[in-house]
């Protein structure tokens, strides 16, 4: 079971795909991890990497395939895995499959999690964080006893700064004009699966249940 988890920021698909991880027993591999990972033990693919990210350059779309592709040779990933953040792009999609093609394998299917951009922004706009120590809440969903103030150390309760309303819309359109494309890449090759990310969080993850089989 290889899966691609897609959707926009906020949209939720990271904490499925922890739940996905944790249901059947096979790695959630975000490349943001595994290119720390590489560049602190020092590996060949890690000090590459490093060399772009040292003059503020982009890692190129076949040196993060690279990397994608050494974790997944892992033990860890023989029963599968869930991909989280990449691909981002179609060139991305297209060297990810080109690499896999070359391994016999391929993406077994790709879960969008559907969420509008008025209700990312809504939920992403109403986060708080305790600075102090490490609580979220949301003035909404998850509201803390006294507006604004911590329940758990009574420190005062800040919006981030990637939390603003105009900061979340940017990503939002980064997110349409960049990845959303892989909607239709992923949908013409049969493998695009969609859930409705605006339900509560079991009841979307049951819908990804349903598709990934018990």
Do not use: W
């Not at 595994?34 to 990210?53: H, P, Q, W």
């Amino acid at each position: 079971m290889k899966i691609i988890m897609l959707g926009a920021p906020g949209a939720g698909k990271g904490t499925q795909a922890e739940k996905i991880e944790e249901k059947y027993q096979i790695p959630h591999i975000s490349t943001g991890d595994i290119l720390r990972a590489n560049i602190s033990a020092g590996t060949a693919l890690g000090k590459k990497a490093a060399e772009y990210i040292d003059q503020g350059l982009l890692v190129p779309d076949e040196l993060v395939v690279d990397l994608v592709v050494d974790r997944i040779h892992q033990p860890d990933c023989e029963k599968g895995y869930i991909l989280d953040g990449f691909p981002r792009t179609i060139p991305q999609a297209e060297y990810l499959d080109k690499a896999l093609a070359e391994m016999g394998t391929s993406i077994t299917c790709a879960i969008d999690v559907e969420v509008p951009d008025e209700s990312i922004i809504r939920r992403m706009s109403g986060r708080r964080a305790c600075l102090h120590c490490g609580a979220t809440y949301h003035v909404v969903f998850a509201a803390p006893e006294k507006e604004n103030i911590c329940d758990k150390c009574g420190s005062e309760l800040h919006l981030r700064d990637d939390d603003n309303e105009e900061t979340v819309r940017t990503r939002l359109q980064v997110y349409h004009r960049q990845t959303q494309p892989l909607l239709d890449y992923y949908g013409e090759k049969g493998v695009l699966k969609v859930v409705d990310g605006t339900k509560e969080l079991d009841e979307v993850f049951d819908s990804v249940v349903k598709i990934l089989g018990e």
